[in-house]
């Protein structure tokens, strides 16, 4: 029997969820900030990371070491929460969430995560039409790790094109001199 002088069970405890996750070999790292504080510090080697995403970190450091960067974004994580919620009060209370992300070709700020509502839109799960009241989508962010420019190759291509440029022209010239001869 329910007590209706009861809390909550979501009024009962807090619970502080902490992931030291050591990782090699990705090309990138995003998540999808639910619950009532969420806060992501990460923490690389690497020096040329690539902020994606629907919010920038608050912090960010750069150094020969690497980086290190913090999140800290309220305003996604009630969004994804109402989104939630809004899947799982739908009239068969089932809610399948597709969390491979998508990057639109043009922005790097369009990665996301698709939540679909309910067993009839299952075949579309991934293509999620934000114009369906039967779709939502998941704010998320995170990071790229792209692979820096190498100054040295840049020079010498540089080199190449100015070579290839300076042939063609004086190639032309020298053409137009023996057809012109």
């Not at 020969?64 to 929460?81: D, K, R």
């Not at 992300?101 to 799960?125: C, F, P, T």
Request: glycine letters at 6%; a negative charge; charged letters at 15%.
């Amino acid at each position: 029997m329910i007590n209706k002088n009861t809390r909550p069970i979501h009024k009962w405890f807090l619970v502080d969820i902490t992931i030291d996750l050591p990782l090699a070999g990705i090309s990138n790292l995003n998540t999808v900030p639910t619950g009532s504080n969420f806060e992501l510090s990460m923490q690389s080697n690497w020096h040329a990371p690539n902020f994606i995403g629907k919010a920038l970190p608050n912090t960010k450091d750069f150094s020969a070491e690497g980086f290190t960067a913090n999140w800290q974004n309220q305003y996604l994580t009630v969004a994804n929460n109402q989104y939630l919620s809004q899947c799982l009060s739908t009239a068969n209370n089932s809610c399948t969430v597709d969390s491979r992300a998508r990057l639109d070709s043009g922005n790097h700020a369009d990665y996301e995560a698709a939540a679909v509502v309910g067993q009839e839109a299952a075949g579309s799960i991934g293509h999620a039409d934000k114009s369906s009241p039967s779709s939502v989508s998941l704010n998320s962010f995170g990071v790229s790790f792209a692979e820096p420019n190498d100054v040295y190759l840049q020079t010498e291509r540089t080199m190449k094109y100015a070579l290839l440029l300076i042939l063609i022209s004086f190639g032309t010239f020298f053409l137009f001199e023996v057809i012109k001869s």
